[in-house]
């Protein structure tokens, strides 16, 4: 996980907008996901993105990938309690075959 | 769709035992799996690679003495952890992937996740 970066915490208030960022170093990623972890649950799939893409909307998330910086980023309009988790975000490298290579996880908590 | 389940969620278990941990795609078959080992507020790291009917492909600095994996069918992989002890408690989770057509899509590298296991070596 030290090939991909992220913030360790972040506070947002309910019904803002919460931005959480991820870094990475190889340049020959092929897809972009990010996951996220409830407390004591396995992973679940948000959305991921192709790495010639720079942008990806669905509903609430917003994906944005600057491939130039190895910069991801993904947006949550209109935050809620239950999206209170750890966001993981990973990549998936060419000639690496499924493996992915997860970052260190932000944990997002909302507040009321 | 795309559900794995892991069996057990929680085990407590005494050093120097066994402890088996059963990873089952039910609605899917999953020709690949994948075992992680997550520490308290850490990130995922990959432990091994299970291909249906071939040895795991385990990855640098994990015993694969330690950790025996099988994945002798298309629904399940297990993972055992031999001769517990008290470091090797931690969570375990499994994810799983097809090369059939439909989600999950092995090209996207999409992966479907267990809910994961909480091993306690005492």
């Known amino acids: 996980g030290e090939d991909v970066e992220q913030s360790l915490f972040l506070s947002v208030r309910e019904g803002d907008s919460s931005v959480i960022n991820c870094t990475y170093t190889?340049?020959?990623?092929?897809?972009l996901y990010w996951y996220k972890q409830e407390p004591g649950a396995g992973l679940q799939l948000l959305t991921y993105?192709?790495?010639?893409?720079d942008m990806k909307q669905d509903q609430r998330l917003t994906v944005l990938l600057n491939k130039k910086d190895k910069h991801l980023s993904l947006r949550i309009a209109d935050t809620q309690t239950g999206d209170s988790a750890i966001y993981f975000c990973?990549?998936?490298?060419?000639?690496?075959?499924?493996?992915?290579?997860f970052g260190t996880g932000t944990q997002l908590k909302v507040e009321l | 769709g795309a559900v794995v389940s892991q069996h057990p969620s929680w085990v407590i278990c005494k050093s120097g035992t066994s402890v088996k941990i059963e990873c089952r795609s039910l609605?899917?078959?999953?020709?690949?799996m994948f075992w992680y080992r997550q520490f308290p507020k850490q990130s995922l790291m990959l432990m091994a690679t299970?291909?249906?009917?071939?040895?795991?492909?385990?990855e640098q600095g994990v015993e694969k003495d330690k950790f025996l994996i099988n994945h002798a069918s298309l629904t399940l992989s297990t993972l055992t952890v031999t001769s517990a002890h008290p470091e090797d408690s931690s969570f375990y989770i499994c994810?799983?992937?097809?090369?059939?057509?439909?989600?999950?899509?092995?090209?996207?590298?999409?992966?479907?996740f267990g809910e994961g296991s909480r091993l306690t070596v005492l």
């Open positions: 994810s799983a992937s097809t090369l059939a057509g439909g989600p999950p899509n092995l090209n996207t590298g999409e992966l479907f």
């Open positions: 190889d340049s020959s990623s092929t897809y």
């Open positions: 993105i192709f790495s010639n893409m």
């Open positions: 990973a990549e998936k490298r060419r000639g690496g075959g499924n493996k992915l290579t």
């Open positions: 609605d899917f078959q999953a020709t690949t």
């Open positions: 299970s291909n249906e009917g071939s040895k795991a492909t385990y």
